[in-house]
């Protein structure tokens, strides 16, 4: 039987086991996880997630969190020549299951546009766009990655509506794949850049990113999934 709206997804198996490695420093005995920067948290991330395989990064831009290591082993695609491989990532030019990792960093709403667009390209002008373009990239995302995903999702406001992101990207995984995030990490800015604090700063969440890491242990064939 089939039903209005059904869309095939795969079907996930996991999360995997949580996977206990050793501190690079050896000191600490946890791991922190709050970062001020991006390409800190991911350091830390594929040193505990992720430490071997590939990577693509479907919204490579200029290739910031790799600053501290791992680029060797990404495919950066990019709409913007910036990358390795110029693609629209809602149609990527790879075959399922290409790379064990896939890595998305969507542009966020920029009100003014002018200064982030100058350094990221067009950007949606609401929020409500910027969260359906991470729906649409996601998907791809789970088709091309073998072993886990890695998202960066910021919150926002549209004036007096608050976004909260991070929870709707981690309800629409759950319905599409069954997988709650393996682990999340968070940057939180120590100063809003200009962009972000744009009219009367209502709200708390603004100067935080999530880093939602998703993981599992197999992907079984195609199942039908209803929304
Ligand atoms: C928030 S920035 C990513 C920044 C990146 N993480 C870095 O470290 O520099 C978003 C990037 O997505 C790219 N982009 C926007 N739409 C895209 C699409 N449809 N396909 C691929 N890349 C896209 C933009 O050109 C921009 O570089």
Request: aromatic share 12%.
């Amino acid at each position: 039987m089939t039903f209005e709206n059904e869309t095939l997804a795969p079907a996930f198996v996991g999360p995997v086991e949580r996977p206990v490695r050793p501190h690079p420093a050896g000191k600490p005995k946890q791991w922190r996880n709050a970062y001020d920067d991006s390409a800190d948290a991911m350091e830390a991330i594929l040193a505990v997630h992720f430490p071997e395989g590939s990577i693509i990064d479907v919204n490579f831009g200029l290739g910031v969190f790799y600053r501290n290591g791992g680029r060797d082993r990404v495919t950066g695609v990019d709409i913007r020549p910036t990358g390795d491989v110029i693609a629209n990532n809602k149609e990527l030019p790879f075959d399922a299951d290409s790379f064990d990792v896939a890595v998305c960093d969507p542009p966020y709403k920029r009100g003014d546009g002018q200064k982030y667009e100058h350094r990221y390209g067009v950007a949606p002008k609401t929020e409500t766009k910027v969260t359906w373009d991470y729906y649409a990239t996601l998907t791809e995302c789970l088709r091309v990655a073998r072993r886990g995903i890695i998202v960066k999702v910021q919150d926002g406001t549209d004036g007096h509506r608050f976004h909260a992101r991070h929870l709707h990207i981690a309800e629409w995984m759950k319905q599409r794949t069954g997988l709650e995030p393996h682990d999340i990490c968070v940057n939180v800015r120590k100063t809003l850049a200009p962009t972000m604090a744009q009219g009367v700063p209502h709200f708390f969440q603004n100067g935080v990113s999530y880093w939602l890491i998703y993981a599992w242990r197999s992907k079984a064939p195609f199942r039908p999934v209803r929304f």
